[in-house]
């Protein structure tokens, strides 16, 4: 397929590059140039790689658009002639630019859709099944989301309502994957402390891959929680594994698994 590719410069597209570019066509978009590195990877050259997917250069050239979300006409443009969407776009701290990427974008790449005829949109976050949930278990994608106060949450919460409306309203098929914690499935160090919603930079974009590729849902919008087969029991992949054929390959047995002691008496 022709996938076009919002907010390409970031970790979390790498992922889905590296996974998507195997048997798709791709076209990256991003408001940076590829020649300027996204924050979020600056840690790596640093000695911070184990925090982030170790950036790496692409298998194969990709046709690269310099694209503001929040320009309408941009975005438009950028989805003409492709089979699917993904939509990677993000700003976490500043209050206007959250709401303008967050919200507005959203509007702006569903309405590329629709006007298109672009029926497959994979949508990313927010992972509002998180807060105000951390003493339950069996937490489902289908929870109540609860984004709180938090910037990013309650601006991507938004932006995730506009998403599903236009997916409702125009019969769209819309796969949206809530994220929450990354690491390398390799990571020499173990990130401290197991996070119940945890997964590998290697199953994050072959999570893309499968969203991209699943035949159609059962609702016009259906979201995901991906995370690998943690014992905490609080949040699972059930669903992906049985809608998306995905399922996680790293368990991460490292964060918990402690060698026996055995002592004499």
Same mark, same amino acid.
């Given at each position: 397929m022709k996938i076009v590719m919002y907010g390409a410069g970031g970790p979390v597209a790498e992922a889905a590059i590296a996974a998507l570019e195997v048997r798709h066509t791709l076209r990256l978009c991003d408001i940076r140039p590829p020649s300027e590195p996204h924050p979020s990877l600056k840690g790596a050259a640093t000695g911070n790689a184990s925090r982030w997917w170790p950036s790496r250069p692409a298998r194969r050239d990709h046709e690269f658009r310099q694209v503001d979300v929040t320009n309408p006409d941009q975005v438009r443009d950028a989805a003409e002639g492709m089979d699917a969407i993904v939509n990677l776009t993000v700003v976490r701290p500043d209050p206007v630019m959250a709401f303008r990427v967050?919200?507005?974008?959203?509007?702006?790449?569903?309405?590329?859709?629709?006007?298109?005829?672009?029926? /497959?949109?994979?949508?990313?976050?927010?992972?509002?099944?998180?807060?105000?949930?951390?003493?339950?278990?069996?937490?489902?994608?289908?929870?109540?989301? @609860?984004?709180?106060?938090?910037?990013?949450?309650?601006?991507?919460?938004?932006? $995730?309502?506009?998403? @599903?409306?236009?997916?409702?309203?125009?019969?769209?098929?819309?796969?949206?994957?809530?994220?929450?914690?990354? $690491?390398?499935?390799?990571?020499?160090?173990?990130?401290?402390?197991?996070?119940?919603?945890?997964?590998?930079?290697?199953?994050?974009? /072959?999570?893309?891959?499968?969203?991209?590729?699943?035949?159609?849902?059962?609702?016009?919008?259906?979201?995901?929680?991906?995370?690998?087969?943690?014992? +905490?029991?609080?949040?699972?992949?059930?669903?992906?594994? /049985?809608?998306?054929?995905? +399922?996680? $390959?790293? /368990?991460?047995?490292g964060h918990w698994r402690r060698p026996a002691v055995r002592e004499g008496i």
């Open positions: 967050n919200l507005v974008g959203a509007y702006h790449v569903m309405d590329a859709a629709v006007a298109h005829g672009i029926r /497959r949109v994979v949508h990313t976050g927010p992972e509002v099944v998180i807060d105000h949930y951390w003493h339950d278990f069996d937490i489902t994608a289908e929870a109540p989301p @609860r984004p709180g106060t938090n910037l990013y949450l309650i601006t991507k919460y938004l932006g $995730q309502d506009v998403v @599903r409306s236009f997916a409702e309203v125009h019969g769209l098929d819309v796969v949206a994957l809530y994220f929450h914690v990354f $690491q390398p499935g390799d990571a020499p160090e173990r990130m401290k402390g197991a996070s119940p919603f945890l997964v590998s930079w290697a199953d994050t974009g /072959r999570a893309f891959q499968a969203a991209v590729e699943a035949p159609p849902m059962p609702n016009a919008y259906e979201p995901f929680i991906i995370t690998g087969d943690l014992p +905490h029991g609080r949040f699972g992949s059930e669903k992906a594994k /049985r809608l998306l054929g995905w +399922h996680p $390959q790293d /368990r991460f047995e």
